[in-house]
């Protein structure tokens, strides 16, 4: 696991607890600090004992020019969080947005006619692509109207139908199939008087503190939540299979997961 800050990094967790399940007792998972302008050296030092390594932010985009080999999907995201050593190549995948779209799926969410996206970043990239899983259209209310803009040809890629709403029209994203509010921890206030109708299905990326606002607002709605956890889960059992060719033992993972947020 690369990134800056790492620290707070939950997937040693989630990948240790899944190798200890499966008896990888030589398999070990940690998490390193590296910078981006560290990266391409970072990699240019591992041994052939390294099967591939998870990266989060500020890592995502520089990791295409580190690559061999890149997916579409993550060519097209700008962004990917999983490097697989292979045969001497580095294979760079995302497990972002088919996590994001496993964990809707979780929740019983497999299909919506509108997704509205809260922010504008690089996890509404994910959010765009979990969209086109839904065959929905997307909304996506911004602060900032020129972020949404970045989006626009990704949006255009994925054969999703994509608006920009006036970010003072929040409230209307309470009518929407699915919210899935990619904003940051420093902006989770924001949506706190949000009304989810009890039908939408609300997917807040952030999980610590939990609930967020909006996370708060449609449980006491009925809504059906979806948490940043599960998210951090979803992508993990992806990376999970990708690094060691094995299916991932998924309740020993969550199980995990769950005891470390509770400690
Ligand atoms: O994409 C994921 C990454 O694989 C792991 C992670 C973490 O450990 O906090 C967060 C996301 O960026």
């Not at 620290?7 to 070990?28: F, M, Q, R």
């Not at 969080?81 to 947005?97: H, I, K």
């Not at 964990?103 to 509108?114: F, M, N, Q, R, V």
């Not at 992508?235 to 400690?263: C, E, H, I, N, S």
Request: aromatic residues 6%; hydrophobic residues 55%; proline residues 6%.
């Amino acid at each position: 696991m690369l990134g800056r800050p790492v620290g707070h990094s939950l997937s040693p967790v989630l990948h240790n607890a899944g190798y200890a399940a499966l008896g990888l007792s030589d398999w070990s998972y940690a998490a390193i600090d590296v910078g981006e302008d560290e990266l391409e050296s970072f990699v240019a030092g591992l041994g052939p004992e390294w099967a591939g390594l998870s990266l989060t932010m500020p890592l995502k985009e520089v990791a295409l020019s580190v690559a061999t080999e890149v997916t579409p999907l993550t060519r097209v995201l700008g962004a990917g969080n999983t490097l697989v050593l292979r045969g001497g190549g580095l294979f760079l995948d995302n497990t972002d947005a088919p996590g994001a779209v496993a964990a809707l799926a979780d929740a019983g969410c497999t299909s919506a006619a509108e997704i509205a996206i809260v922010g504008a970043g690089g996890t509404a990239r994910a959010a765009l692509a979990a969209a086109s899983s839904l065959g929905a259209r997307a909304t996506v209310y911004a602060r900032r109207p020129a972020a949404v803009v970045d989006l626009l040809p990704v949006a255009a890629q994925l054969d999703v139908p994509i608006v920009a709403a006036h970010w003072e029209d929040l409230a209307d994203a309470a009518r929407a199939d699915v919210i899935v509010s990619t904003v940051p921890k420093s902006a989770a206030g924001s949506l706190a008087d949000l009304k989810p109708h009890p039908d939408t299905v609300v997917f807040d990326v952030l999980y610590d503190p939990w609930p967020t606002p909006l996370a708060a607002a449609a449980l006491a709605a009925g809504c059906r939540v979806v948490s940043g956890l599960d998210l951090l889960a979803a992508q993990a059992y992806l990376q999970f299979a990708l690094f060691t060719g094995l299916a991932a033992p998924k309740a020993a993972m969550r199980a995990a997961l769950d005891a470390a947020v509770a400690a």
